[in-house]
């Protein structure tokens, strides 16, 4: 799957647009490394301050959204995230960007350590890495223009630009998402659901980043409208030649558009693969209840696979591995160990303690 | 005779542009035990559909023309006195957020207790027992202790257990499901949407499903009507629909579905978008958006855009589309010439 | 909600087709307060033409026509349409000079208020955690101090470091000082409601993605959007410094009675109702009450028309 992208991606490695260097292939551009976010549940400090037996004592409660996530990002593949709510997979979009700081791990983009940084220092990060978000109905200012909206990007990161040399590019961005730039006057309210996703889609297209982290793109729109957003971004893909981290909960689009998968379950990683690989043989047995449960057009009846329970909190994480109370093959050591990422023969890396020692195929 | 007729229902919103007419000659029936499933996208006017049949549209939506017969009575002018008789006692709803149907300060066992003692005379003993019976029924966890629970101690999948239970409760005809499990996940939409499959069949309780995916419609009903812009644009046996769509906007909406693609090729998407129900376009409401309808050997089909099309019937499924009823003329004249 | 074909609409264009209009349209109570305001404002601000006399003026006083009542009560001079006050000033200039004085106070004193709190709002929500915990507790100690502390302490303190002259030449501006410190925490929390809100919202983490400071996030993206809460507080707002400008003024705490605003013209004619010259305090205690009732009658209808929850065109 990546090769064939990557050879359909070399002859455009040509085209004037970007004056990068072409990369080699497989090569990371993100790499996360044991990467946590806890988010505190007990107020500032003097709402942690209890009074227990006799003495005032300090808690403090925290949310583990993400605890150890490691990933690679290989430059030019679309790596997509898939879990149910509360796994964590926005968290890691959104540290990524560095709109959250991490508590712990490493974040580094092209070799170099972003995390930490402040926002200076993280300025010329900022124009090679770009952000879609789920809700176009909140993601374009109320109060802005269009042009306005698109303008402003630019101009940040090219203060140098003449006013029409941002105009033109206003407009050619607009005329790439297939909206027409005589609209540029108008406000986002006056737009349809896919119409300003596709300008939430041109502002992040503005300033020519290199990734993009797409946020549940497309899971606030229509069926309808949700094929024609897909189409763009892999259209972009390969005009642009983008990677992207893109986070969604829906496996059939992970099977359309990404190049590699990721599975999250409660803030960890359990498995990583090419996605052909990943819906042929789902190793990881979350893996294989969460591709059950898609509801397919074609049987009548639907044979998914039954987990037992429901997700347990982020608050008191379980034990060994985050998956054992509703998995089915889960032994003494899951509960015990927490299992970590094993590379497979097929190309991919499972974190299942039942695949390591061959209990499961 | 069907348990549910509707027939050519009109449902508007008066809004200071004017009268928007949401809902436009909707027709369909619900046999008893039946499974009906409503698609569309948001704005094709299918929770208004639901939501008329009881008469709930809020303000300033009414009911501007047709009937809707419930097992031989007339449901469109009744009061709402009368009307409570049949909401949530022979025909109950299911909605989307399980939150605008549960009381927050009330524990689940008073609001089971309480609606079953509004219709029925029963002692609270007595309703409790079948409180706790229909807790059972919808395979909840230890339903002794969820009685005394309040809803904000239970999660999303177990809600919409217990708002199942409740719809369930006074043992109705028909449960209308208005997107139930959108707000969950996937590994949670498979389970409820199984179980309120196994307990309609068990009970024999008609069904008729509202949603947009398309996959679990498949999966649970019958039959299903397409909705687009406020009028049925295809119904019939779900099986039939899902495999041959007749409508081209029912064939737009499986084909751009990713599955139905190659993968990283492109998809098959519609052109545009919904329109808005106060600027409909005139004749067939999916014109601008049909292939059909402006590409046919480079000359637009002026029908289209001036004639809203009648039903005609393919094989057991009813399309209005021009182009279906000219095929099959066009087949019909084939026939007859060959038998001449 | 779909695109138009037609042209962009302009600005006018929008304003013509929006719900304010609209709903301006319909509501007659809103018609009838803003004719009034409008009139009362106008009258306040063109008193140095529209007033028979100048009561700032000392030679035009005369002390002899002191205490004459209204036209439609026997003993009135013509000269003098709503009577004169104890020194003998024509009371319809006066009150027309007072409106002046009361709302610029009221303005004034609601602007300062809106440009503290409105930063420190902003400071607090959108910058949170200790910042937000410092200027959240240092409104409710300022509310804590009531706006008569504040100005017993201002106002002390002025005149004893330069004296009563000086006090009177700039009572006015100490008093949007003192009104304008005294009530900002108003202002702040609402706004700081507001922008953790909009702080939440997909746009403004578009704007820090795209690598914008947090004062231009702040005042370029953040600050339009909370622009409604702003304008139906300022409404009420303007409406109690008014009130709390009479009430300083009543108690003595206020405007000199050389220069008098609607609050000291109540005071000084408070001491002649026993003595049966009523209208004194009475006509310009009617006034004030219709000037803040017609300005609380415009906040509640703006503050319908721009809630959210209610705008559902």
Redesign the interface.
């Known amino acids: 799957m990546s090769q064939t992208i990557q050879a359909a991606m070399a002859p455009m490695h040509q085209d004037a647009s970007t004056q990068r260097e072409p990369a080699p292939g497989g090569d990371s551009l993100l790499e996360i490394r044991g990467l946590e976010k806890r988010f505190s549940l007990s107020g500032d400090f003097l709402e942690q301050l209890k009074f227990r037996r006799g003495r005032i004592v300090r808690e403090q409660h925290h949310v583990h959204a993400i605890n150890g996530v490691d990933l690679d990002i290989r430059r030019g593949e679309s790596l997509c995230v898939v879990g149910e709510s509360g796994c964590g997979k926005s968290t890691v979009a959104r540290t990524v960007m560095g709109l959250l700081t991490p508590s712990a791990g490493e974040i580094r983009y092209a070799g170099e350590r972003i995390d930490h940084l402040d926002s200076k220092a993280l300025l010329p990060y900022r124009q090679r890495m770009q952000m879609i978000f789920q809700n176009p109905y909140a993601s374009l200012n109320p109060r802005m223009t269009i042009q306005q909206t698109l303008e402003e990007p630019i101009r940040l990161h090219h203060p140098d630009w003449k006013p029409a040399q941002v105009v033109e590019k206003v407009h050619e961005v607009m005329s790439s998402v297939g909206i027409a730039p005589d609209w540029g006057s108008r406000y986002g309210h006056e737009f349809s659901g896919g119409q300003r996703q596709r300008i939430a889609i041109a502002r992040a297209l503005a300033v020519d980043p290199e990734f993009i982290v797409a946020d549940e793109p497309i899971s606030a729109l229509d069926v309808s409208i949700q094929a024609q957003v897909l189409n763009l971004l892999m259209e972009a893909q390969r005009e642009h030649h983008l990677t992207y981290l893109f986070i969604t909960h829906d496996l059939a689009v992970v099977e359309h558009f990404g190049t590699r998968v990721a599975v999250m379950y409660l803030g960890r990683v359990c498995e990583v693969a090419p996605t052909a690989t990943l819906f042929a043989r789902p190793r990881h047995p979350y893996t294989q209840a969460l591709m059950s449960a898609i509801p397919r057009l074609e049987d009548d009846r639907p044979q998914h696979l039954r987990l037992q329970g429901e997700v347990p909190t982020p608050v008191n994480l379980p034990s060994g591995c985050v998956f054992h109370g509703r998995c089915p093959h889960a032994n003494d050591r899951c509960r015990r160990e927490i299992p970590t990422l094993i590379a497979t023969d097929d190309g991919g890396q499972v974190a299942c303690h039942g695949v390591e020692e061959g209990r499961l195929t | 005779m069907a348990l549910l007729d509707v027939n050519h229902l009109d449902v508007r919103f008066a ?2 542009q004017g009268d928007v007419k949401a809902l436009r000659d909707v027709c369909f029936s619900l046999d008893r035990g039946e499974r009906l499933g409503i698609v569309g ?2 704005g094709a006017g299918k929770s208004v559909a639901a939501f008329s049949l009881l008469n709930l549209i809020a303000k300033p939506g009414y009911i501007a023309g047709g009937s809707i017969t419930f097992d031989g009575l007339e449901l469109t002018g009744l009061s709402d006195r009368q009307l409570r008789k049949v909401r949530g006692h022979r025909i109950s709803m299911i909605f989307q957020d399980p939150m605008m149907t549960l009381n927050p300060v009330l524990s689940i066992g008073e609001q089971m207790v309480e609606c079953l003692k509004a219709h029925r005379r029963i002692s609270s003993r007595e309703a409790r027992a079948i409180s706790l019976r229909k807790l059972e029924q919808v395979q909840i966890p230890s339903p002794e202790k969820r009685l005394d629970q309040y809803p904000h101690e239970l ?1 999303g ?2 809600r919409q257990r217990i708002i199942i239970a409740i719809a369930l409760l006074l043992d109705p005809d028909i449960i209308i499901a208005d997107e139930p499990t959108t707000a969950l ?7 409820i ?2 179980l309120l499959l196994e307990l309609c069949e068990k009970h024999n309780v008609g069904l008729i499903l509202i949603t ?5 419609v ?2 649970v009903t019958q039959r299903m009507l397409v909705m687009y812009a406020g009028r049925v644009i295809e119904q019939g046996p779900t ?1 039939e629909i ?1 495999n041959d769509p007749q409508h081209p906007y029912t064939q ?3 084909n ?4 139905m ?1 190659t ?2 090729e ?6 545009g ?4 129900l106060s ?1 409909l376009p005139s004749g067939c409401p999916f014109h601008p958006r049909c292939d059909f309808a402006t590409r046919q050997d480079g000359s637009e089909r002026s029908r289209c855009k001036t004639e809203v099309p009648a039903f005609v019937s393919s094989g057991n499924c009813q399309v209005a589309c021009h182009m279906v009823a000219e095929m099959q003329d066009a087949e019909r004249i084939e026939v007859r010439e060959e038998n001449s | 909600m779909s695109t138009h074909s037609t042209a962009t609409s302009t600005r006018w264009e929008r304003f013509r087709d929006s719900y304010l209009l609209y709903s301006f349209k319909r509501d007659v109570i809103a018609q009838v307060s803003l004719l009034v305001f409008v009139v009362m404002v106008l009258a306040a601000l063109l008193a140095p033409w529209l007033a028979p006399a100048n009561p700032y003026d000392l030679a035009q006083i005369d002390i002899l026509a002191s205490e004459l009542p209204p036209f439609w009560i026997d003993g009135a001079d013509p000269q003098y349409l709503m009577g004169t006050d104890s020194q003998g000033r024509d009371m319809l200039s006066t009150i027309l000079y007072g409106m002046r004085v009361s709302l610029v106070i009221g303005f004034g004193a609601v602007a300062l208020q809106a440009a503290l709190g409105v930063c420190f709002g902003l400071l607090a929500g959108y910058l949170g955690g200790r910042v937000d915990a410092f200027l959240m507790r240092l409104a409710d100690i300022q509310l804590s101090f009531s706006t008569l502390m504040v100005a017993i302490v201002v106002g002390a303190l002025f005149k004893a470091i330069f004296g009563g002259a000086t006090y009177s030449d700039y009572a006015m501006w100490l008093l949007v000082l003192i009104i304008g410190l005294a009530e900002w925490p108003q202002y702040a929390r609402t706004v700081r409601a507001s922008v953790l809100a909009e702080k939440s919202k997909e746009y403004v983490d578009a704007a820090r993605v795209m690598g914008l400071r947090s004062r231009r996030i702040m005042f370029r993206h953040i600050l339009p959007n909370t622009l409604s809460p702003i304008f139906v507080i300022s409404t009420v707002q303007v409406a109690n410094a008014i009130i709390s400008e009479a009430a300083l003024s009543f108690l003595g705490l206020g405007m000199p009675e050389t220069q008098p605003s609607l609050g000291s013209l109540i005071k000084s004619g408070f001491d002649y109702i026993q003595s049966g010259s009523w209208w004194i305090t009475l006509i310009p205690g009617l006034v004030l009450v219709v000037l803040v009732l017609v300005i609380n009658l415009l906040g509640d209808w703006l503050r319908d028309v721009l809630n959210p929850r209610l705008y559902k065109g």
């Open positions: 809004l200071r996208e948001s999660s999948g177990m996940d996937v590994t949670i939409q498979a389970e949407m199984a947009h995916d398309l996959g679990v498949s999966q099986r899902i737009g909406l499986i751009a579905l990713p599955q693609a993968p990283g492109r998809l098959n998407q519609i052109r978008s919904m329109p808005s600027q």
